[in-house]
C-alpha cells in the first residue's frame, strides 16, 4: 500500500509536466504576459545562467491544467477561508469582490500631497488648453473605484476613511481653481440597494454606464438619445474581471443589460473587441467627431458615444498623443476619462501637446540642484522634452508652477511646463516641444521655478537628441 501510495503521488506530481505535451498553458486571466520558454544561450553565445530560474518561471505559468488547478485553489481559498489566492483580487462579504489596487483609497493610505494634487489639476487645465485654442470641446471624469460607492460589502478589517480624506474629493478644489472642465459621477450610484456596478467586476454595468453617458452629455451641451424608454435585453452569462482572475474555470455569471438593438454604428475595420488600445467608430448621430482618452472603464461607454456621433475613436495608450491626434482626427469634443485610483497618471505621463508660452520674468537667479536635460520623446518622434528635477521643491508653495525658457541666442521663448512626480518620487516637471518650431540643434534653457515671494532660476545649454523612433503611435 505504502509504495502504490508513493507512485500515486509522483504521478501526480508528473501529471502538470507530462501534460504540457498535449494541454499546456498558454492564456490566463491574470491580465500579466505568460513566460516565455528560456534560452540556452545569451545573444553573446555565453551559456545563460539564468536557465533554470527562468525555465521554473515558464513551467509555473504553462504546466498542464493550470488553470483548472488555480480555480480549484481559490475555491477552497475563498469559500472556505474567505481569502483570496490571487494578489489583485480583495474577496469581500456577501459575495462581492474587489479589486485590491483601491484599498489605499478606500483606507485613505499613500495620498497625494497636495503639489500632486495641484500638478494633476494643472496639467489637465494645460491639457484643456490646448483642445480648445484647437476649436474642441474639453470634459474631464473620474470613474469611482467600487468601494468608493459601495464599500458596505468591503472586509470589516478594512476601515474606510471619511470622504474628504481621498484624492478624489481632495482633488476637487484644484480642478476649480485650475477653470478644468468637470463632471461629477459619484451622485449617479447613491442608491445602495440597486447597486450599479457589478458584485463580482471592479467596473459599472451597462446600466451604470448609461447614467454615466447621459450626465457626460448633458454636461457637454450635447444633442443625444437618452433611451430613457428602452427596454434592454439581459445578458444573464456575463463573468467579470475579477470573477476571471479568481476562478478561471468555475466562474459565476451574473446579468448585464444589454442596448445593442437600439445602436446602428459599425467599428473599424481593425477592432477585435472594446479592450483594443484604439477603437475607432462611425455612426449616424447629431454630433460630429469624438476624441475620447479612456481606461477600462470606458469600454461600457463607447457603445453610447459610437452611436451618438458621425465618427469616435478611443484610446486607451498613455501617454495621450494628443498633439497629434488632434491634427489628425480633429475631433469637435474630447473627453478624458480616468478611474480613481489611477489620478496619479496625470503626474506621470502627462499629454504630449506643445506647451504653452508665458510670459514670466525671474526675479533672481540662483546656485541649486535643480537639473535641466533634452530627451527624446519615444511616443511621437515629432517632439523632443526639456525635463528635470526640482531642488527644494517641499520649500515651494502647492500651487506654484515651473517654466522654461528656449534661446538660441537671438529670440528667447518662456513656456509653462507639466509638474510631474518623477519615477524616483522627486518633484519634478516636463515641457513638449515640436521638432519643426524649434530646430536648432541646442538650447540656451532657463528653468523659473516660481516661489512664495520670487521666482528664481537655473540656466544650462543643452543639444537636442536627434528622433529615436521613425513611428508615431497612434
Not at 453610447?304 to 456621433?309: E, I, S, V
Request: aromatic share 12%.
Amino acid at each position: 500500500m505504502k509504495k502504490f501510495y508513493m507512485a500515486l503521488m509522483c504521478l501526480l506530481c508528473l501529471l502538470p509536466l507530462v501534460g504540457m505535451t498535449v494541454a499546456k498553458t498558454e492564456t490566463t486571466t491574470e491580465k500579466r504576459t505568460l513566460a516565455s520558454f528560456p534560452a540556452l544561450t545569451t545573444e553573446d553565445g555565453h551559456l545563460n545562467t539564468a536557465f533554470f530560474s527562468e525555465f521554473d518561471e515558464y513551467f509555473n505559468d504553462h504546466f498542464a491544467l493550470r488553470n483548472l488547478f488555480v480555480s480549484a485553489d481559490a475555491m477552497l481559498m475563498g469559500r472556505v477561508f474567505h481569502t483570496s489566492n490571487v494578489d489583485t483580487v480583495l474577496i469581500g462579504r456577501n459575495g462581492w469582490l474587489y479589486y485590491t489596487a483601491t484599498i489605499d483609497d478606500y483606507c485613505g493610505k499613500n495620498t497625494m500631497s497636495a503639489r500632486e494634487l495641484f500638478h494633476t489639476a494643472n496639467n489637465l487645465a494645460l491639457l484643456q488648453e490646448y483642445v480648445q485654442q484647437q476649436g474642441s470641446t474639453f470634459l474631464f471624469t473620474v470613474a469611482p473605484n467600487k468601494n468608493t460607492l459601495y464599500g458596505a460589502q468591503m472586509p470589516r478589517s478594512y476601515k474606510p476613511v471619511q470622504p474628504q480624506q481621498r484624492n478624489l474629493e481632495r482633488l476637487q478644489p484644484y480642478l476649480k481653481q485650475c477653470g478644468v472642465n468637470y463632471a461629477e459621477l459619484r451622485d449617479l450610484f447613491d442608491d445602495p440597494e440597486h447597486p450599479l456596478y457589478f458584485a463580482r467586476d471592479s467596473h459599472w454595468n451597462n446600466r451604470g454606464a448609461l447614467l454615466v453617458y447621459n450626465r457626460l452629455c448633458d454636461t457637454l451641451q450635447l444633442p443625444h438619445p437618452t433611451y430613457a424608454d428602452a427596454v434592454p435585453d439581459v445578458d444573464e452569462a456575463y463573468v467579470g474581471d475579477l470573477e476571471q482572475m479568481l476562478y478561471p474555470r468555475f466562474a459565476r455569471v451574473e446579468s448585464n443589460d444589454v442596448y445593442d438593438k437600439y445602436f446602428s454604428f459599425s467599428y473599424g475595420p481593425r477592432f477585435q473587441n472594446v479592450e483594443d488600445a484604439i477603437i475607432e467608430s462611425t455612426g449616424t448621430g447629431e454630433n460630429a467627431s469624438v476624441l475620447m482618452y479612456r481606461d477600462s472603464f470606458g469600454n461600457a461607454l463607447i457603445p453610447f458615444f459610437a452611436n451618438t456621433f458621425r465618427s469616435g475613436y478611443y484610446v486607451k495608450t498613455q501617454p495621450y498623443n494628443t498633439a497629434m491626434h488632434m491634427m489628425t482626427r480633429q475631433p469637435t469634443v474630447v473627453i478624458a476619462e480616468k478611474v480613481e485610483r489611477n489620478l496619479t497618471d496625470y503626474i506621470k505621463t502627462p499629454p504630449i501637446i506643445p506647451a504653452p508660452v508665458r510670459a514670466v520674468v525671474a526675479d533672481t537667479e540662483t546656485l541649486n540642484a535643480s537639473t535641466i536635460e533634452a530627451t527624446p520623446v519615444e511616443a511621437n518622434a515629432g517632439y523632443f522634452a526639456i525635463c528635470g528635477t526640482l531642488d527644494h521643491a517641499d520649500e515651494m508653495p502647492a500651487d506654484a508652477k515651473v517654466y522654461v525658457t528656449l534661446s538660441d541666442g537671438k529670440k528667447a521663448i518662456t513656456f509653462e511646463a507639466f509638474g510631474i512626480t518623477n519615477e524616483d518620487g522627486k518633484d519634478a516637471y516636463i515641457a513638449y516641444f515640436d521638432r519643426s518650431a524649434f530646430p536648432a540643434a541646442s538650447y540656451d534653457v532657463t528653468l523659473l521655478r516660481d516661489g512664495a515671494e520670487v521666482c528664481t532660476c537655473a540656466r544650462t545649454t543643452v543639444e537636442i537628441p536627434t528622433a529615436e523612433i521613425d513611428e508615431i503611435n497612434g
